[in-house]
């Protein structure tokens, strides 16, 4: 098995709304999650919740996946504006379709945008 520090990982800060401190997660494993009042804080959390994820995956017969393999699973949180959230919800409403679909449509044709203009 690799070892833990080869992990890549995310860390963020949290508002103090959050309680704040930092926020680590772990791309391969995206249900792990771990935060600290420093950096070094969570990321020692982080190794520890990680340890404790990949013994679990272990006992379940789960495929561990290696530092280098991609594990995107489609799926990501984030916080937006109440004016932002309300728009996107009557847009979607408007189009017939789910807030996820439309936000998801809306970030391919920007990706695909941007992407067209550094060609």
Known sequence: MADLRDYPFE???LSQEDGGGFLISFPHFDKCIADGETEEEA???GRK???AV???MKEFGDPIPEPGECAY???FVTRVPKNIHARLALRAKK???SMNAMVASILAESLGR???EHV
Do not use: D
Request: charged share 25%.
């Open 43 to 45: 990321i020692a959390n």
């Open 49 to 51: 919740a990680l340890h």
């Open 114 to 116: 941007s992407t067209r």
């Open 95 to 97: 189009e017939g379709v």
């Open 73 to 75: 699973s489609g799926r």
């Open 11 to 13: 860390i963020r800060p």
């Open 54 to 56: 990949i013994e679990t």
